[in-house]
């Protein structure tokens, strides 16, 4: 989000997901933790919350909130369960599990503000199944594995839960049963049981029943629309949230981070198949960066983008049109981006200049140092084999066939992932239903040996080439001082324009952007020089003659001429 961008900015966010820790009294400045992973589920999240909690404790960092319950586990010695009964509680409740889950780091987070705020006179502790543990767990007459087990500090009171499950609803169910059971003894009074039972143990899990619907399936059109048509409208928009979001988040843009920028906006002047207003912006985007030698502020960046767009009308158009997922965290940007490369890729094998590895190696750079999505920059790399692959490029072709890969690979990876759009699921592209073609006599899912490469780099080019690009979500809304780009349209979108043209797109587009007379102009043209050449006509005919005739030159000329019969020429 745009009101984000100065805190990213700020603490040195660049990529996403992205988890910071900060700890109890973080002065100003500090950076925060990063957390290393970059794994996007819950359970691995929480992991790492719990071991970052814990291994503050376990260094008895003074980072480590003093009210924080215990998550180290509990040292065991013999039958001795060290420092549980430092605080007299009454009861003890152990948690005993193996070194590498959880689940009882959950459950003791999940109880512990309630037992405080109660005054529980209870102690939970987690045991580690271990050979420093083993003579405990005989005594307690427990088999090693997940088990909840209540005891006094003497022993004497001795309750094992054999039956509840090892899940962190099970055992907080368990232990608010226990404590209500055990309330004489812990001193609980009629209120203290009131709050204890207000929140059952499934709400502290916020779990959130999903409302069952009928999948929405896309339809044919919207199906081209989404994968097998390229809209002007989506590059101008991906290009310019690049540099403003991607680009400028960053706090200081130096060293190889600045060549990184410097090779993108290089191949995006040369390469990006741009109208006059794009070509514009390119070109002196290009020449601002390339007047900065050293380092390049974010915020500098962001000043200038803002300062450019409010000088010439520049803005990119609010929804995207092709790349609009079925809901808005789906398609977006990343598939803004993609078509970018393809359409760089394409545009140069078109224009046949420069080296052919030349936009790869950018996108290479760019993915690396700008792309957030840092779990994508990985699987990216490894692609491209640490960048071999773009070593073996040979020819235009070679770089337009190598994204067109790896893209796929990228698609096959992510088939049936959260970040997967129902409506439009992750194919193989192209399909045989749009380019059957495409498809040699051989089968296989390596993405390689079943295609008829020749056929796929002719698909991409009839779909990425400018000419073939849709100006659908363009608008032309220049300013007195220069240019607009892609501005969404108030107009509805005409439910013709997604028809499939079954020549893989070949049909030229008619654009009348630049012509200046129509044909009704050059007729109305026509007309105007009729009618003014027969009236210099009748001009000259009857009213120029006359006038000339009687002039006082034309007098003197008859009487110098004249013949007289019999004299002759006087």
């Not at 929405?216 to 403003?244: C, G, H, P, Q, W």
């Not at 390469?271 to 514009?280: K, N, Y």
Request: hydrophobic share 40%; with cysteine; glycine share 6%.
């Amino acid at each position: 989000m745009e009101e984000n961008m100065p805190t990213c900015r700020e603490y040195e966010v660049m990529g996403y997901p992205s988890l910071k820790f900060f700890t109890p009294n973080t002065p100003t400045g500090d950076m925060g933790i990063e957390r290393q992973s970059r794994e996007k589920t819950v359970p691995a999240i929480k992991k790492d919350m719990i071991e970052f909690i814990t291994d503050l404790q376990i260094k008895k960092s003074e980072k480590a909130g003093r009210n924080w319950p215990s998550l180290v586990p509990a040292s065991v010695s013999g039958l001795e369960i060290l420092h549980i009964w430092d605080q007299n509680p009454t009861l003890a409740v152990l948690l005993i599990e193996e070194a590498n889950s959880t689940t009882g780091s959950e459950v003791i987070l999940d109880l512990s503000s309630t037992v405080t705020m109660l005054k529980v006179p209870l102690v939970m502790a987690k045991i580690e199944i271990n050979a420093e543990s083993d003579q405990l767990l005989q005594k307690l007459t427990v088999p090693k594995k997940p088990s909840l087990v209540a005891i006094s500090r003497d022993f004497s009171t001795l309750e094992v839960f054999p039956s509840t499950a090892a899940t962190r609803v099970g055992w907080t169910g368990a232990i608010k049963d226990f404590i209500w059971r055990k309330s004489s003894e812990l001193s609980l009074n009629n209120q203290m049981l009131a709050d204890l039972s207000q929140k059952k143990p499934e709400d502290s899990l916020n779990v959130q029943p999903l409302n069952s619907k009928a999948q929405k399936t896309a339809t044919r059109k919207e199906l081209i629309n989404r994968r097998y048509k390229v809209f002007t409208s989506d590059l101008e928009k991906a290009v310019i949230y690049s540099i403003s979001h991607e680009v400028a988040q960053h706090s200081s843009i130096s060293g190889h981070t600045l060549q990184t920028l410097l090779q993108y906006v290089t191949v995006l002047e040369k390469f990006f198949p741009a109208r006059i207003e794009m070509s514009v912006f390119l070109r002196d985007l290009h020449s601002w960066v390339n007047m900065h030698q050293d380092t390049i502020r974010g915020e500098d960046l962001s000043s200038w983008m803002e300062s450019y767009q409010g000088r010439h009308g520049i803005r990119a158009s609010k929804d995207w049109v092709g790349c609009r997922g079925s809901e808005d965290k789906f398609g977006g940007y990343p598939c803004g981006l993609w078509s970018v490369w393809h359409a760089l890729t394409i545009n140069q094998a078109n224009l046949a200049e420069g080296d052919p590895k030349e936009v790869m190696n950018a996108m290479k750079s760019f993915i690396q140092e700008f792309f957030g999505c840092r779990d994508c920059a990985r699987h990216f790399d490894q692609a491209i084999e640490g960048g071999k692959a773009i070593d073996e490029i040979e020819n235009y072709n070679d770089a337009v066939l190598l994204l067109w890969k790896t893209h796929n690979k990228a698609n096959f990876r992510l088939a049936g992932d959260i970040s997967e759009d129902p409506v439009f699921p992750k194919l193989v592209f192209p399909s045989k239903e749009f380019c059957s073609g495409c498809y040699g006599a051989l089968t296989g899912t390596n993405l390689w040996d079943e295609f008829d490469r020749m056929k796929v780099v002719e698909f991409l080019k009839n779909l990425y080439s400018k000419e073939k690009l849709s100006s659908q979500g363009l608008r032309t809304n220049s300013t007195a001082a220069g240019h607009a780009l892609a501005v969404a349209p108030q107009a509805q979108i005409d439910g013709n324009f997604e028809h499939l043209n079954v020549s893989n797109f070949n049909k030229k587009d008619i654009s009348t952007s630049f012509v200046f007379f129509n044909g009704a102009d050059i007729s109305i043209c026509f007309l105007l020089w009729f009618v003014c050449a027969l009236l210099l006509l009748i001009y000259l005919k009857f009213i120029a003659g006359k006038k000339f005739s009687n002039s006082h030159f034309f007098s003197n000329l008859k009487r110098k001429t004249s013949m007289n019969p019999l004299l002759g020429k006087v």
